[in-house]
């Protein structure tokens, strides 16, 4: 008996073993983002073959517009990258093109294929329609796992460029109609399995950028900072300058989770979820007024906000959205900010909340109430929480607001502020009583007061008059009853009630 008890103990506890086993490796092969792979995805060997690709060249100069010619820039910065990479050992260097000619992006990706690249580099600079935009990006291959490698690359690079004062906005996928990478380049590389990233080191069109790039020795300055996070990523060493970042992999590359892209990564054509903006204090004396806003967006990091002083009309510059880190899709959700006013003039004030992907939503405007707008504490945080608790029911009525759950106290302004022309035809052409008493409605009330007091007049006249006319009809029918009991012909009956009147 004890055996058998034994042998069927031990099968079932084998069978119970083996099919947690099969479980895991089912689990880890349908899933296998869940497994994290070592710092760096991008398997190479001993050695690694670069290639470097200055964006444009010949008749295609790229950005033109600007001062610096972005053909020529990025052939500058491709040499210094070149330069700073063959002091390393365990690598050999390309170039897709060494002078100013012009070269198809088939043909760039042909070159890599053909050198047997182990990733390709395309240098670039930015430029914008609007010209507002401003900071560091990288563009990437959407299919996995070309797609992680980028993304591992761009974390070294966009850190380095937001290290010296470059807003980050993202490493980034986008999509073609066709379903594959929109970026020509990109789609080339990839079509041939070759990783590639376009860089986009700063904007031409904008002065702060352009103040990063503006010279050679920038532009150079720039290819050193390149090269350095490309040795970074493969792992190089030099003899010759004793700089050695094999070890760099395991102590300074951040995870990033391999089978499938990279969510922060991901083309997502949307507008930001919410913005809204709400006054936590004006001061009539400096003009000063301090604004709360609050964003939001589900899918990407909110990157820049602007404010327009006329509901909307114009704009400030992009200002950099507090918390911003587009890598990984971080944000504050709330933050203030102060502008200086002219206290006699009536101001709207409307924020935009910009995406990495350019995506923007702009808020309800908001009337400033320069006359309670004293007296609100410039409370901390906390203090902030305990007063929208506590107190909330008070504020539409003081009309200063502040803090992060400010949808309630933004929403008493906004009828008034986004709304105050309809509303005013409304309540004259529908004569219906309302229940607001802001300052512009003040007048409708007396209109509506006259009109009520007409129409009780002329109710009263009628049921008057009405009653009057029914009483005398009756009165005639009255009459009319007693001749008929004396006379049965009713044709006389008015001559006579008239004879007799
Ligand atoms: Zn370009």
Redesign the pocket.
Known sequence: MNPCIRCTVKNITSKILSIILLSVILALSIFPERAFADPRLQTTGDHVVIVIDP??GGSNE??NAYGPI?KNMTLITAQAMYAELSKYDNCTVYMTRNSDVDMSLSDRAQYAQNVGASFLFSI??NASNDHKKYGSEVLIQKSTPFNNYGYQFAQLFLSAMGANGSLIRGAKTRNGSDGADYYGLLRETANRAIPAVIIEHCYLDYSSDLEKCNTIEKQQALGVLDATCVAQYFGLYSTSTGVDYRGFAATSLQSVPLGSSVVATLDEQTAPDACTVTQVHADKETGEVKLSVHGEDKDDALIYYDYSLDKGLTYSEYIPWPGNNALYNSYDEDFEFTVKLDPKKETYVVVRAHNMFDGDLASDPLKIDWENGEGKPEDTEDDRDEYVATEEPLVPETGSTSGSTSNVWGSSYLPQASTQDTHEYSTEEAVAPTETATDNTVGNSHKLKKKQKMAFYIAAFSIFTGAVITGGLIYIFMLMGKKNNRNSKTGAKVKHGKRRS
């Open positions: 964006g444009h790229g950005a972005e670039h600079y």
